[in-house]
T-cell receptor, first 111, second 111 residues
Framework: KNEVEQSPQNLTAQEGEFITINCSYS?????LHWLQQHPGGGIVSLFM???GKKKHGRLIATINIQEKHSSLHITASHPRDSAVYIC?????????????FGTGTLLAVQP | KAGVTQTPRYLIKTRGQQVTLSCSPI?????VSWYQQTPGQGLQFLFE???????NKGNFPGRFSGRQFSNSRSEMNVSTLELGDSALYLC??????????FGPGTRLTVT
């Protein structure tokens, strides 16, 4: 079983819809990252969370440390949000920036 | 501030050759991590350097090596290239243990 699981693997939405992507992890973490990767593109860090909730524009990320679960929400989705969204965790063990990645969620927002 | 830069952006090599990839972190960032992204395995951690010392290493064969210079620039080397080494190689920098900023990646094709 992977240490970081994401769901769904694929998601198709209509423009304007509210989108939720989920991430569950099985290790103790010091932080969780949400990353975005457009097709053929590099990776952009959207959020780094260790507790609670963060908001940036139409994107909201939440984390529940006790339940080892995080969600990424996109409000009023737009075709430019189409990308792969990747959840990654930084282990609590040791002084390291090593990230353990989920397999990603491929989001397609149709106009 | 300039972002993380990686050179070269694209590279084609032949099996058995070796390759060196370069990463220049954001000014002031002392931690550089390297990751490999393939369609089959997704994103995997290669190694991390902090203040010229390897702080952590992923589960890759000894053909993969790296180093970091006093100006925090980092290089990774892959010797005796195999077809399976074809991948997008990403580096990410951070100040110490904070948010990681990813470079655009080097796409390596081994023929």
């Amino acid at each position: 079983k992977n240490e970081v699981e994401q769901s769904p693997q694929n998601l198709t939405a209509q423009e304007g819809e509210f989108i939720t992507i989920n991430c569950s992890y099985s290790v103790g973490i010091s932080a969780l990252h949400w990353l975005q990767q457009h097709p053929g593109g590099g990776i952009v860090s959207l959020f780094m969370l260790s507790s609670g909730k963060k908001k940036h524009g139409r994107l909201i990320a939440t984390i529940n440390i006790q339940e080892k679960h995080s969600s990424l929400h996109i409000t009023a989705s737009h075709p430019r949000d189409s990308a792969v969204y990747i959840c990654a965790v930084k282990s609590k063990r040791g002084a390291t920036n090593k990230l353990i990645f989920g397999t990603g969620t491929l989001l397609a927002v149709q106009p | 501030k300039a972002g993380v830069t990686q050179t070269p952006r694209y590279l084609i090599k032949t099996r058995g050759q070796q390759v060196t990839l370069s990463c220049s972190p954001i000014s002031g960032h002392r931690s550089v991590s390297w990751y490999q992204q393939t369609p089959g395995q997704g994103l995997q951690f290669l190694f991390e350097y902090f203040s010229e010392t390897q702080r952590n290493k992923g589960n890759f064969p000894g053909r993969f090596s790296g180093r970091q210079f006093s100006n925090s620039r980092s290089e990774m080397n892959v010797s005796t290239l195999e077809l399976g080494d074809s991948a997008l190689y990403l580096c990410a920098s951070s100040i110490t243990s904070g948010e990681q900023y990813f470079g655009p990646g080097t796409r390596l094709t081994v023929t």
